[in-house]
């Protein structure tokens, strides 16, 4: 299979998809119980006034009619308005999208960096006493809840010891943001050459890194180490074995083969991790997209929510098809067929 | 000359059960056999009997629970389970060599075969990268496979199971051993194709000198591909001999309900088989001979200790009823 015709069969698949996605988020929005009506006329609000309103977001229309203007709309690059801001949705997201992936690309970064190398060591020590402890370990790691996750770093490492800065946003709130070029404030400001903000922005940065690094290398440790025993017990493995290859060089040949498996599984991995970093943003007051979304959830902000999702679901696309492209670079039979 | 002397080889599995009791399931009772150069020996048996296990308890390459209890094994004057792992790792791809079953999914899928082949080789001995290529070819070509050079460039997917197969007795023969274990050389092969690998494997034998074991639990390969043949049930060697010996005249009732249970047989015959069923429970051996429980012949003197009889010229059997056995088989 070329690298064009994957690209085109998943960008034929991914517009049912995407639609059928849409078309879910629309409707649980609107038969999940809220009303944003009341909320956006006031306390005070007449019933003719709350009526009003309703017309003007055009929420008195039959849902499915609802559903064909806002399709419609997309079509047209047009996702909605923010109830709340009262912008654009698509530019309210766009923003904030460097903000989370930053957030997202470092603790993933880390998480693997951590888990990876235990996955593998554990299960060459298998069943020795480092894969017990890592393995209880990364239990842990399963079972803690996010949020309570990113409140005991601060608890700790604010309150407690003073070694980190309060989690209020990605820089100290005395210094002023650098200019934007890559949304990201620690290379943005590494780039224009200020280190203040530089390094106030990396001081805001560790701790929900550290959060999402943790929350992400439980798994990893514990899948990485289920594919390399894997591997291990292949009839490839065990033949290099009777082959009497150092075993060195039989540890290269799980390595290897381990490889695809592993970078597919933290491709995935990514996409799952989006929910928890939206959590471990509220609590950082990070102010993301993942923040947004939340925070549109809570207000029924019904076309800030849609586009939350859809911003996940094409995120999740993007990330696919990154993983079938490494696979591709990886694995010589990928590339064959 | 003796190259492979096996002498009372035990191997057991042991392991915990819930209630953390030690369970052992003795899977080797003491096999026992030789081979030499130039020679080709079948071991068949059923599944579970320790055909597999034979081979990798006399390569070290068990995996706990599974551990080589207690024997000896003899090879080329060394006693292998005395070598450190290293020795042990030198020996293996280069003095024995092994050709396994399922040889596509034996390579390994990321390294093109012409790199494996020059990898077996570079870890044996000093040679360098270019000379282990030049010889991977002429192997290739040697064990059948057309345009070697360019094979050389192929992955392992692109080779049919046949094709996969030869590779691995190239590599095999990489090092020059003096000995190759075959397990299932042939299995999952279609019938044309495992009849140009044994023809290959015996071409070897001839041409070469080495020793080969075979792995079957296909009679008829021992009938055309072997010079001896030993009959393995539940961890033990039940009956050994001349190929020839053996088929004509069996004495242990399990080696013939093998034979009978043959296609051929079966029709000529138009009886039922004998002496089928369960494998017996490793974990809870018969005292005396472990086929008690199938055979029709057995009485009370089964339950006592068995040893080899001669029954034969160089044809051994394990069984306290031989005549029995031989003279009213078919009533």
């Known amino acids: 299979m070329t690298l064009r015709t994957m690209l085109l069969r998943r960008l034929v698949i991914s517009v049912p998809l995407l639609i059928g996605i849409l078309f879910f988020t629309f409707m649980l929005v609107r038969l999940g119980g809220q009303d944003p009506v009341g909320l956006l006329a006031g306390p005070t609000a007449t019933a003719e006034e709350i009526d009003i309103v309703r017309a003007e977001l055009g929420l008195d229309k039959p849902l499915f009619t609802q559903f064909w203007i806002y399709l419609g709309n997309i079509v047209q690059g047009d996702i909605g308005k923010s109830w709340i801001s009262n912008r654009s949705v698509l530019l309210d997201i766009l923003e904030r999208i460097p903000i989370t992936l930053e957030l997202l690309f470092w603790g993933v970064a880390l998480g693997s960096v951590i888990g990876v190398p235990v996955g593998l060591r554990a299960a060459f020590r298998h069943d020795k006493w480092f894969d017990q402890i890592s393995r209880g370990i990364s239990l842990l790691g399963f079972s803690i809840p996010t949020y309570f996750l990113g409140l005991v770093l601060l608890f700790v490492f604010f309150f407690l010891l003073g070694w980190s800065p309060p989690g209020m946003g990605r820089v100290s709130l005395l210094i002023s943001p650098p200019p934007t070029i890559t949304g990201s404030y620690l290379i943005d400001g590494l780039l224009a050459g200020d280190w203040s903000v530089a390094r106030s922005a990396l001081a805001q940065l560790i701790l929900p890194v550290i959060a999402v690094a943790i929350i992400s290398a439980a798994p990893i440790v514990k899948h990485t180490r289920a594919i390399a025993l894997e591997v291990m017990s292949s009839d490839f493995v065990r033949f290099a074995r009777a082959s009497g290859l150092p075993p060195k060089k039989v540890s290269r040949i799980v390595l290897r083969n381990s490889s695809t498996p592993v970078a597919t599984f933290i491709g995935t991995e990514i996409t799952g991790l989006i929910g928890s970093v939206s959590l471990i943003e509220y609590v950082f007051a990070w102010g993301g997209a993942g923040q947004y979304g939340l925070n549109a959830i809570i207000r029924g902000d019904f076309s800030a929510v849609q586009g939350y999702v859809l911003f996940l679901a094409i995120f999740s696309l993007v990330v696919f098809i990154l993983v079938d492209l490494l696979v591709l670079v990886l694995e010589p039979r990928a590339a064959a067929e | ?331």
Not at chain 2, 83 to 89: A, R
């Open chain 2, 1 to 331: 000359m003796t190259l492979l002397r096996v002498k009372d080889l035990h191997t057991h599995f042991i392991s915990r059960n819930l209630d953390n009791e030690i369970r052992i399931a003795t899977a080797l009772n003491g096999v026992s056999f030789e081979l030499s150069r130039g020679e080709v020996l079948g071991l068949v048996g059923e599944t579970g009997a320790g055909k597999s296990l034979t081979a990798y308890s006399i390569m070290n390459l068990l995996k706990p629970p599974a551990r080589v209890v207690g024997g000896t094994v003899e090879f080329d004057g060394r006693n292998l389970r005395d070598l450190q792992s290293d020795d042990m790792n030198s020996l293996r791809g280069s003095e024995i060599a092994m050709v396994v079953q399922n040889p596509r999914s034996s390579l390994d899928p990321l390294t093109r075969i012409g790199e494996q082949l020059v990898r077996v080789h570079t870890a044996h001995s000093d040679a360098t990268a270019a000379t282990a290529r030049a010889r991977a070819v002429e192997i290739l070509g040697s064990v059948g496979i057309p345009a070697p050079e360019e094979r050389m460039q192929a992955w392992p997917h692109e080779l049919s199971g046949g094709m996969a197969q030869r590779v691995l007795i190239a590599m095999a023969l990489m090092n020059e051993p003096k000995l190759i274990i075959a397990d299932e050389p042939t299995t999952g092969l279609d019938v044309t194709v495992q009849a140009q690998i044994l023809d290959l494997l015996r071409e070897l034998v001839e041409t070469r000198n080495v020793a080969v074991m075979i792995i079957t639990h296909d009679l008829g390969i021992v009938a055309h591909y072997c010079q001896r043949m030993a009959v393995m049930f539940a961890g033990r060697i039940v009956e050994t001999g001349n190929v020839n010996s053996v088929f004509d005249n069996p004495a242990h009732p399990y080696t013939r309900t093998l034979i009978d249970a043959t296609p051929e047989r079966l029709r000529d015959l138009k009886h039922k088989v004998h002496g089928g069923g369960a494998p017996p429970n490793l974990y809870n051996l018969p005292t005396g001979c472990h086929y008690v429980e199938r055979c029709r012949f057995a009485d009370d003197v089964c339950n006592d200790p068995v040893a080899m009889e001669e029954v034969g010229a160089a044809h051994f059997a394990m069984c306290s009823h031989i005549s029995a056995v031989r003279d009213g088989w078919l009533s």
